[in-house]
């Protein structure tokens, strides 16, 4: 057992100064009930990058080696003020193999498997877990694909336990060519669940549809309005989950959805009775959410966060939502990524642009190990 572990950091202090940095800190020897964990992948997503950068400018950074300072905005400087000179350690999940466990029997029994865990501070060599917090792997899965069991996985089916639970028959995502809105589609295919993807551009249109999305609608072409319409006039979508946030697109996708229940229906100024529901899971757009209320009155618009969504959903549906993830791992909720680095190549200035730009298909893995 090493005595020293490295892994890496995000500080704002008030003059607005952003530093992620990778720090050589004590390994503290496990208690009872955890394991130590050789961290082996974890991946960047969304998510993390709201902790690591934010709305930070990346592209006027100072990058040395093993560290970046950044300056974040004046303007979003209110929206921080509670993690002002807070050191945070990044990387919500990741997986590895169990080198050292505690005498508890839940602890040693996990000695020598590999495991992922959805619990921050995993952009670290090794890092120290409460064994009940750890998903053993099955054994024909590597690190590499059980690195992301969790964030991703378990927000699409998250989805689709809010669509049955809420009483909806069909959705509609947004920014669905990425790896979360692929392994949608599988989910939905799967299950049966029609689903309207919306993509902004053609060649995400094109990747979707080859690998067999029926309803696929890009708001970048000049037939958006008519083709989103359509979509959800043969779907019967009444439910939304938007990765986008800002802008006009979810209003767009909620109008659609009162046009498609007024469709032979009687008048009524305050609208359909159809219940049309909205959530925005994601800040691909910072900008404020336009809504042009032409939607009627029997709406509702609010945010989708993982973690308490999976405490409201329930024990019975967690567990059911577990085992179908550690089933399908690498078919359903197989992840793709551009490029794997070390910690330190994470920190580079031509990773970290290219990473946080946040595109399509540019998914990194950190090995924190090499």
Not at 244 to 254: A, N, R
Request: hydrophobic share 45%; aromatic share 6%.
């Amino acid at each position: 057992m090493p005595n020293t572990t490295r892994h890496m950091t995000s500080t704002l202090d008030a003059d607005g100064r952003l530093t992620l940095a990778l720090e050589e800190v004590e390994l503290p020897a496990p208690t009872a009930s955890q394991v130590v964990v050789q961290v082996e992948a974890a991946p960047i997503n969304p998510s993390d990058l709201g902790l690591l950068f934010g709305p930070a400018d990346v592209t006027g950074a100072e990058y040395s080696k093993g560290k970046i300072v950044a300056q974040m905005p004046a303007a979003a400087m209110r929206a921080f003020q509670g993690r002002l000179g807070l050191t945070l350690p990044a990387g919500n999940e990741g997986a590895g193999l169990v080198i050292d466990a505690g005498s508890d029997p839940a602890a040693q029994v996990l000695l020598g498997r590999r495991v992922t865990a959805f619990v921050g501070g995993m952009y670290a060599r090794h890092r120290v877990i409460e064994a009940r917090d750890c998903m053993v792997l099955p054994e024909n899965v590597t690190a590499r694909e059980g690195a992301a069991a969790f964030v991703n996985p378990l927000t699409a089916l998250g989805f689709v336990e809010c669509l049955h639970a809420e009483g909806h028959r069909a959705m509609v995502h947004t920014a669905a060519a990425s790896n979360l809105g692929q392994m949608l589609h599988r989910i939905c295919a799967a299950d049966g669940i029609p689903l309207v993807n919306v993509v902004r551009k053609p060649e995400q249109a094109a990747l979707l549809r080859s690998i067999g999305a029926r309803y696929v609608v890009d708001s970048s072409a000049d037939s958006f309005r008519q083709d989103l319409q359509a979509a959800i006039s043969e779907t019967g979508a009444t439910m939304a989950f938007d990765a986008i946030g800002g802008g006009p697109l979810l209003g767009q996708i909620m109008g659609a959805m009162e046009v498609a229940a007024n469709s032979g229906s009687q008048y009524s100024r305050y609208g359909s009775t159809s219940p049309k529901r909205g959530y925005i899971y994601g800040m691909l757009d910072p900008s404020p959410t336009i809504l042009n209320r032409n939607f009627g009155f029997v709406w509702d618009v609010s945010g989708w966060l993982l973690a308490p969504v999976m405490e409201r959903l329930g024990q019975a549906a967690r567990e059911r939502m577990y085992a179908r993830v550690a089933a399908e791992l690498t078919t359903t909720f197989a992840s793709h990524y551009k490029a794997e680095v070390t910690l330190e190549a994470a920190l580079s200035r031509e990773a970290v642009l290219d990473y946080n730009a946040r595109a399509t298909g540019a998914k990194y893995l950190i090995l924190p190990n090499g």
